[in-house]
């Protein structure tokens, strides 16, 4: 088997393999490659190129021959050999990381995937293989080819902003290819459309050092199956059909009305292919930004990132963070995962203002890891389940207040000046069906599965009435029930007359009917719910309208209550947090976070919970009192 000589880390030495000059070459997927191999320094600035594909199964059992040595490889590596021998000359060096890298060399891989940054940025070419062609995704390539390039000249690329829509405003580009793309003779076929679906649904898109290889390509091409396109091509075509898609241009047209309706629009978001657009612009994206990736969750289509190796979350996308030098990270896989993650996360909390401890969300796949750190690998995959509170910022509990300079060294015990304001008394408890009281984590969707539910929504609602009840002392109380239940969306600004009036009509699950709304509150309705372009005409039904309203007002708790439960405190007070909270729970006011965070006594220190809404608490309220001022210790 082939034995590995050493190279130097302190010259930036990388190896790099090209296919030998065998007779008859290397034919077919079966036949057995003869690789040459060589040492560079990257400071020689060398010219090569760069292999990207999915490890898939790693096991080692493809044979090939490396400077005459027997050499075995896994499957989809053997398999991409062979796209690169067909599309690519002789003598071209490349990088790739599995034969590359000696991967039973701890040491070297780590320090080799630490400049892996520096590979990619400097390849001439990333070639991005998403191994054989299926359903359909040949012919949907040949089309691609078709208005892939009409597509890159019109500058749809250009219309993507960091994790928005493209604006299409006064873009006539864009308005002039829509027909070509609409009426595109592939994109009328049925299962050219399910092959985009598969297509934008491939386990490449999620491999965290996938989004790290695609996003540093300077240029690139995609190989699959025996198609061979440029990415900016691919990517163009990928953003023509989405924008055909989403736009209006499409809905004006009865015969497109539903084209793509299938397809969800989450999942032309590509994280990789977004981020390379972002890099090439210099547009800057931190870790956490990178860690994040949308505060949406997955919606099941495809994971944001994903990786064998957990670890690898991080280092991956380290490589095309712009903050990695600020946070002082580098790959080490001497470290077990949850010292990784909990590194990463106190680099964050001490040099990025936008880090939030509510991103910590339960539960956790991730054994090991203090309460406050995020399971990293559990939001790659499903993106934050839980939004935080305060997503919207209508929240200032804090405000003014900052704590004091953060450690910048990790410590599995975190420090946070701040004050006590209540104790948790009682917590809703929502019965589902089929679930064990053991499992604390199965109930999540209770509440919310309550609420959306015709069926037990008022059963619901009058149990909600019930619990709160102690608390109901006065007619206002209701208004701050609802409030606590709207939670994060409803800022101060939105709560109109008209609004608590009719919130609390729906809530009560009273009949609204036309005769018994005024015509401010009609307003507000058609202002909130009604589509502009839509006038109401005459006869159009007002009374499905109101009745869609107060669905809709009530649906909007549901959408708050994920994951969350009503409490109650010792003090009176209502208010909506984690539902996992229980009696003895502390509500806490920590200087930097603007709203109440939940902790649970554990010993003479503290396990994180989550965040909360408390009324009277979420505007620097409790911050005018005389609080005393107290230290958190946070395991």
């Known amino acids: 088997m082939y034995c590995y000589a050493s190279i130097e880390r302190a010259s930036r030495e990388i190896r790099l393999v090209r296919f030998a000059t065998v007779p008859d070459g290397f034919v077919g997927r079966r036949s057995c490659p003869e690789l040459d191999m060589t040492t560079v320094s990257l400071d020689e600035q060398p010219s090569y190129h760069a292999l990207s594909y999915l490890w898939g199964d790693p096991t080692p059992k493809f044979p090939i021959v490396v400077d005459g040595e027997d050499f075995e490889v896994a499957e989809n590596l053997h ?345 948790v008394d009682r917590v809703l408890m929502i019965k589902e069906t089929g679930i064990s009281e053991q499992d604390t984590h199965a109930g999540r969707m209770a509440l919310q599965n309550a609420l959306r539910s015709k069926a037990s929504r008022t059963e619901c609602l009058r149990s909600i009435v019930v619990f709160d009840n102690p608390c109901l002392k006065s007619p206002s109380s209701e208004s701050i029930l609802r409030r606590a239940m709207l939670a994060g969306l409803m800022g101060n600004e939105t709560r109109t007359p008209e609004f608590e009036s009719l919130s609390l009509r729906a809530f009560r699950q009273e009949a609204m009917t036309p005769s018994t709304i005024d015509e401010s509150q009609l307003e507000w309705i058609l202002r909130n719910s009604y589509p502009s372009t839509r006038p109401l005409g005459e006869g159009y039904d007002l009374q499905l309208l109101l009745d869609e309203v107060c669905d809709v007002l009530v649906l909007d708790a549901a959408a708050m209550a994920r994951g969350r439960t009503l409490f109650a405190t010792i003090q009176g007070t209502v208010g909506m947090g984690p539902h996992t909270m229980r009696s003895g729970d502390v509500l806490t006011i920590l200087f930097g976070t603007q709203v109440p965070i939940v902790l649970r006594p554990a010993g003479n220190a503290y396990t994180y919970v989550g965040d909360a809404y408390l009324d009277g608490a979420m505007d620097v309220e409790c911050l005018a009192e005389s609080y005393e001022e107290l230290t958190f210790y946070i395991i």
């Open 79 to 423: 398999f991409a050999l062979g796209q690169l021998r067909r599309v690519t000359s002789s003598g071209k060096w490349f990088w790739i990381d599995a034969i590359c890298i000696n991967q039973n060399d701890v040491a070297e891989k780590s320090w080799q995937v630490g400049q892996m940054r520096d590979i990619f940025k400097a390849a001439e070419h990333v070639y991005i293989s998403l191994a054989d062609s299926e359903d359909g995704s040949q012919q949907l390539l040949e089309g691609f080819q078709s208005f892939g390039h009409e597509a890159l000249k019109a500058g749809v690329l250009e219309l993507w902003t960091t994790h928005h829509d493209p604006n299409l405003n006064n873009h006539q580009p864009t308005h002039e290819l829509f027909p070509k793309v609409l009426d595109s003779i592939q994109l009328q076929n049925t299962q050219n459309i399910d092959a985009i679906r598969s297509l934008l649904v491939r386990s490449n898109w999620s491999r965290a050092w996938i989004n790290q290889e695609i996003a540093l390509a300077g240029s690139g091409h995609i190989l699959c199956g025996e198609q061979f396109l440029d990415l900016d091509m691919f990517h163009a075509a990928l953003t023509a059909i989405y924008l055909a898609k989403t736009s209006p241009f499409a809905r004006r047209l009865p015969q497109w009305d539903d084209f793509g309706s299938d397809i969800s629009n989450n999942a032309f978001h590509i994280p990789s292919l977004l981020s390379r657009q972002r890099h090439l612009r210099g547009q800057p994206a931190n870790l956490l930004e990178l860690l994040l990736s949308d505060k949406r969750g997955s919606m099941g289509e495809r994971p944001f990132y994903m990786a064998s190796d957990p670890r690898d979350i991080i280092f991956a996308l380290l490589g095309f963070a712009t903050d990695t030098d600020i946070l002082g990270l580098r790959p080490d896989y001497s470290k077990p995962v949850e010292v990784i993650y909990a590194e990463a996360t106190t680099a964050m909390m001490a040099r990025d203002s936008a880090y939030e401890l509510e991103y910590c969300s339960f539960p956790k796949d991730t054994p090991g890891l203090p309460s406050w750190v995020p399971d990293w690998q559990r939001i790659g995959r499903l993106g934050i389940e839980v939004p935080p509170l305060n997503y919207r910022n209508h929240f200032f509990a804090s405000r003014g207040r900052t704590q004091p300079l953060p450690a910048e060294t990790y410590s599995s015990t975190l420090k946070k000046r701040g004050i006590h304001v209540d104790t």
